[in-house]
């Protein structure tokens, strides 16, 4: 990295040494890790579809470069501009998702996308990181401002953001914004009773969902009884085995080629079957090394906002990737969900690029920056 005076009062001058730049690093990694592995995963899928071979890897470099740009210009915005951004944006995009129950494109049984003119989007992915934001600072101001209906319209947003997504229905993207709002719930307070029973809620939840939702209770079924169809599981599986432990090598994967979605929800698939063992491994050690990282930074933060925001950010980068990592190594009920960073997608690119300049934004020493 390139030093930088510490006499250097510039707006990137500040930035540098105020910034984590381990987290930094890791995420960049995580970025480079992704375009290899796209690279490797994508032609097999654009011959399929009649594309070029490197189809999706010029998509995915094109939008790379304006996602890295939103992540590095939100990670020099001051706490208070964070807070702000997300509200607008939370007023901005949960329209759209309600618009996905009239409007959006079916995909597999499912209503998440908007199209928009020859683009289209999925606004339940930028919801994710701006409501723990918002949730954090309704969160922190009924704590600190007796009188304050924070509680109320935290669970009225909530509510309004659940509804749509079990509408749509997305039953993965519920249990990511649930754990979020729960999570920061739990250390804004909340009731040991209350916190006792929610375990219990949980499962009823799950259960009402398996009698509720057919594709819900079919893939359930399929994960308990390995019956029907469990093609891309089970190639999923195959390819780690034939990966070994030192992987066959970046684009000598043979298995990856026979993954419908080994670009997006299967892309860990790749890594085990051409990384091996140790390549999958380091790529886990990283995503937990930004939930760790995030973590300790927030440890002796004493703004109660910002140790619920980063704290709502980090839960929901650590269950998505937990999902992810999980379903491809059939450890539970396969779910549509990308691995942040390492999956090819648009909205879910730009989305984790949002989240992670806020949390980099919010985790900066703040030497005379704005809280809120």
Request: overall charge positive; hydrophobic content about 55%; some cysteine.
């Amino acid at each position: 990295m390139v030093p930088v005076s510490r006499s250097d009062q510039t707006i990137i001058g500040r930035w540098w040494w105020t910034v984590d730049r381990w987290m930094l690093l890791a995420l960049i990694l995580l970025i480079g890790l992704g375009i290899l592995l796209i690279q490797a995963a994508t032609p097999a899928v654009a011959v399929k579809h009649g594309l070029s071979n490197f189809y999706f890897v010029e998509r995915h470099l094109m939008m790379l470069v304006p996602a890295f740009a939103l992540m590095f210009g939100l990670s020099l915005m001051a706490p208070r501009n964070v807070l702000w951004l997300s509200m607008a944006l939370l007023a901005l995009f949960i329209p759209f998702l309600a618009g996905t129950l009239f409007w959006g494109t079916e995909i597999k049984g499912a209503t998440r996308w908007l199209q928009v003119g020859a683009a289209s989007f999925q606004p339940s992915e930028f919801v994710k990181p701006v409501f723990a934001v918002v949730a954090a600072w309704l969160f922190a101001r009924q704590c600190e401002r007796k009188g304050f209906p924070g509680f109320g319209i935290n669970v009225l947003i909530y509510l309004m953001i659940v509804g749509c997504l079990l509408g749509q229905p997305d039953i993965g993207m519920t249990v990511l914004v649930t754990a979020i709002w729960v999570g920061q719930y739990f250390l804004a307070g909340m009731p040991l009773l209350l916190a006792g029973l929610a375990p219990g809620f949980g499962f009823l939840a799950l259960c009402a969902a398996y009698y509720i939702y057919p594709h819900f209770a079919s893939r359930f079924d399929r994960f308990i009884t390995h019956s029907g169809d469990t093609y891309q599981a089970d190639l999923a599986l195959k390819a780690f085995t034939n990966g070994g432990i030192f992987g066959t090598g970046p684009g000598s994967g043979t298995v990856k080629m026979a993954i419908p979605d080994a670009h997006a929800d299967f892309v860990f698939a790749v890594a085990g079957e051409e990384l091996g063992l140790i390549g999958a491994l380091c790529i886990v050690a990283l995503f937990a090394f930004i939930v760790l990282r995030g973590a300790w930074r927030a440890r002796g933060e004493n703004n109660l906002f910002i140790l619920l925001a980063v704290s709502g950010l980090l839960i929901e980068f650590g269950t998505q990737v937990a999902i992810n990592l999980s379903s491809t190594l059939r450890l539970m009920p396969a779910k549509g969900m990308t691995l942040p960073f390492l999956s090819y997608g648009g909205s879910s690119l730009w989305a984790m690029a949002l989240e992670m300049g806020m949390l980099l934004a919010l985790t900066r020493k703040r030497y005379g920056l704005s809280d809120v």
